[in-house]
């Protein structure tokens, strides 16, 4: 952050975050110009207090709101249409709460899916390429909480429409790179991860975006979810992570995610947009809709 008060380190784990100062956050602005100012004359006489601050205390209670959208599929034939998920948690999360901006983390996530919805919403709307698979978009909370929301809408959303999901796709930090990766729970000899991969490898192709697949068994007695698709995985849900990162363990976000490569974000978002009509037959044409 340009002019910061503070100059971040890369990450470094929590428990050696340690010092006996007081540390404050803020945005760059005139007042904290001045403070900077103040600081660099101080010849020893000057002593910065800060007060009426409240005592630090954890949050028994955190409420959180998930947004889903739908678009039906065409039933030509009588038969249960299969649904296509495509999720991204919303919230962001820094060491100074009040100051994340999230911009790759997850605001790119949230951009592609809206565009996603926006471009097959104009695709549905016509007969001709009005696709034979219902399109579900969730903007899932509580993603830094170890993925609450996502857990708190599996629990509470009709069985039925859980247990229809074809794929769930989920997107996490995808707004900069060159590289991407798809983060699933199963092995590629499982034939619909096969399936699933081979679809977009082929979109990533055309778009010139290097994919690679990465497999990580769940872990049921680990408390921390690694990746949103993995509480899909354990309802039994073929579902995959889509993300510029290529393990869970990279950093991510934080009080300089401000910015993202618009052009990489639109490219990943025109790929994902190719991968979900092939995935919906018959295959609409999209470049005079995105």
């Given at each position: 952050m340009p002019?910061?008060?503070?100059?971040?380190?890369?990450?470094?784990?929590?428990?050696?975050l340690q010092t006996k100062a007081p540390v404050f956050f803020a945005f760059e602005s005139e007042a904290t110009a001045k403070l900077r100012s103040l600081v660099a004359r101080n010849t020893g006489d000057t002593q910065?207090?800060?007060?009426?601050?409240?005592t630090p205390r954890r949050q028994s209670q955190v409420r959180v709101t998930n947004l889903q959208g739908w678009i039906g599929g065409k039933d030509e034939g009588g038969e249960e249409v299969p649904t296509v998920a495509v999720i991204a948690h919303y919230d962001a999360a820094a060491v100074a709460p009040a100051l994340?901006?999230?911009?790759?983390?997850n605001g790119s996530g949230v951009i592609a899916l809206l565009q996603l919805a926006r471009a097959f919403r104009k695709l549905y709307a016509e007969s001709k390429t009005h696709g034979g698979t219902n399109l579900l978009f969730v903007l899932s909370a509580a993603g830094r909480l170890n993925f609450a929301g996502t857990k708190h809408w599996l629990a509470h959303t009709d069985p039925q429409i859980v247990s229809n999901i074809?794929?769930?796709?989920?997107?996490?930090?995808?707004?900069?790179?060159d590289k991407l990766f798809l983060h699933t729970s199963k092995p590629m000899k499982d034939s619909g991860v096969a399936s699933l991969f081979g679809t977009m490898q082929s979109a990533?192709?055309?778009?010139?975006?290097?994919?690679?697949l990465v497999h990580k068994k769940i872990?049921?007695?680990?408390?921390?979810?690694?990746?949103?698709?993995?509480?899909?995985?354990?309802?039994?849900?073929?579902?995959?992570t889509l993300s510029r990162r290529a393990s869970a363990e990279e950093p991510r976000g934080g009080l300089?995610?401000?910015?993202?490569?618009?052009?990489?974000?639109?490219?990943?978002?025109?790929?994902?947009?190719?991968?979900?009509?092939?995935?919906?037959?018959?295959?609409?044409?999209?470049?005079?809709f995105l």
């Open positions: 002019g910061a008060v503070l100059a971040l380190r890369p990450w470094i784990p929590a428990a050696r910065i207090v800060a007060g009426g601050a409240e994340a901006v999230g911009a790759d983390s074809q794929v769930a796709l989920c997107l996490d930090t995808i707004g900069s790179g990533a192709a055309d778009a010139g975006v290097p994919l690679q872990n049921i007695s680990d408390p921390d979810i690694s990746w949103e698709h993995e509480l899909f995985s354990r309802k039994r849900v073929l579902a995959a300089l995610d401000r910015a993202v490569d618009v052009e990489a974000l639109a490219r990943n978002t025109q790929m994902l947009a190719n991968t979900l009509a092939r995935l919906v037959p018959p295959p609409p044409p999209l470049k005079r």
